[in-house]
């Protein structure tokens, strides 16, 4: 009976301590996009009459590379999840308009972003590539249009983690690689 008293004892001791059980869970960090998406040509610069169009839960957004904006696809649909950067060429010019500023030494346009925000492209510029960031609550298709008609379509899967959520997944479309398909 000693021996069971002894054993609670040392139990209550070790469970009533004052320090608290060290832990190792790192915190999540800030959002994440859902998606990256990088539009490019291996071959060259891209169209300049593609647009990107992102279909998602609540709708579809499409950026316009002759005008360097995201919008709505229609005025049902629903904006705010597709924020894109376009690239230039070496060499271009670096002009921009609007609000996403002028380009910098990394050859950025500007960024263009939720429903209509400017993106500083005047139609002229050679694009190498377009860099978008999706921020949605699961799968979307992603769409290149040219010249009014649809192109090539994927469609990508949101990814999640038990504990923190969101898992950014990143996609290339090579323009190149699709036209050769």
């Known amino acids: 009976m000693l021996k069971l008293v002894s054993v609670v004892a040392l139990l209550c001791l070790s469970a009533c301590s004052d320090s608290a059980p060290p832990t190792s869970v790192e915190p999540c960090g800030s959002v994440q996009p859902t998606f990256r998406v990088v539009l490019k040509d291996s071959a060259g610069t891209l169209p300049s009459d593609a647009s990107f169009r992102v279909m998602h839960g609540a709708g579809c ?107 950014t997944v990143s996609a290339t479309i090579d323009l190149q690689e699709q036209a050769s398909r």
Not at 95 to 106: M, P
Request: aromatic share 4%.
């Open 61 to 167: 957004e499409a950026y316009a590379l002759s005008s360097g904006r995201v919008a709505p696809c229609s005025a049902t649909d629903k904006a705010g999840v597709l924020f894109c950067t376009a690239r230039v060429a070496a060499g271009e010019p670096s002009h921009s308009s609007g609000s996403g500023g002028g380009a910098g030494a990394s050859g950025v346009v500007g960024v263009a972003g939720s429903a209509g925000a400017a993106g500083g492209l005047s139609g002229t510029k050679a694009v190498e590539s377009l860099e978008c960031e999706v921020y949605s609550d699961g799968a979307i298709t992603v769409a290149v249009w040219r010249s009014g008609s649809k192109w090539l379509e994927r469609e990508l899967r949101a990814e999640r983690d038990a504990r923190c959520g969101v898992v």
